[in-house]
């Protein structure tokens, strides 16, 4: 049973374009982060959200913890064909103690120039 | 600035043979995680040690064992390898055991099972 389910699971677009990368689960989360992972490397961290509502933004990518803490979507704007990897989304439960972990499948972008 | 270091980076092993990934951190953090990734299943825990001293099972420990052999070293053992664990094997670690704690990944263990 997947905890955090990710859509969608490709995106394949043109240079410029917006694009919405959508994290959902039916669980309520004390904190949310967004990893992005490059072939043959390991995930990086882009953001941690933690409060409900919450809005980050870094440069061109916009994160938003929804109000439930259940949900989170990621919004990139004009996207850059550097902006190409794979998208995680990962949660850690809410009570947890243990420092651990719910990711989800991932979404995988690409950008055409 | 090595981070987290895993080796080796590609190992390519026959069914029932064993052999053991290790990983370590230079930033003195309190836990450390093995994930496994698969082609769209996204990241998996194995297993966790929350601090040195401590393991605990993820969610896909069967056929695994590990040693948290300090507070620098994690290390993950197959003892007899299938097929099936052809996967690429992440090391993370994070400083404290709070969840909201951010994980730092090694660049993976490339592990094909024959």
């Known amino acids: 049973t997947q905890l955090l389910e990710q859509s969608p699971q490709f995106l394949s677009i043109q240079e410029g374009e917006n694009l919405t990368v959508y994290c959902n689960s039916s669980s309520v989360f004390s904190s949310l982060q967004w990893y992005r992972q490059e072939p043959g490397e390991g995930p990086v961290l882009l953001v941690t959200v933690v409060t409900g509502g919450e809005v980050k933004k870094l440069k061109r990518l916009t994160f938003q913890f929804g109000d439930a803490r259940k949900d989170s979507s990621l919004h990139i704007t004009a996207a850059q064909p550097g902006d190409t990897g ?11 103690t243990l420092g651990r972990l719910y990711f989800g499948r991932g979404t995988q972008l690409t950008v055409w120039p | ?10 190992q390519v092993l026959k069914t029932g ?8 951190q230079d930033m003195n953090h309190n836990s450390m995680y093995w994930y496994r990734q698969d082609p769209g299943m996204g990241l998996r825990l194995i297993y966790y040690s929350a601090s040195e001293g401590t393991t605990d099972k993820g969610e896909v420990p069967n056929g695994y064992n590990v040693s948290r052999l300090n507070k620098r070293e994690f290390s993950l053992r197959l003892e007899s390898a299938a097929p099936s664990q052809t996967s690429v094997y992440f090391c993370a670690s994070s400083p ?11 660049d993976g263990t490339r592990l094909s099972i024959l």
Do not use: I
């Open chain 1, 86 to 96: 794979l998208y995680l989304c990962a949660g850690a439960a809410r009570g947890s």
């Open chain 2, 1 to 10: 600035n090595a981070g987290v270091t895993q080796t080796p980076k590609f």
């Open chain 2, 17 to 24: 043979q064993s052999m053991t990934l290790q990983c370590a």
């Open chain 2, 96 to 106: 404290e055991r709070v969840g909201d704690q951010p994980q730092h990944f090694g």
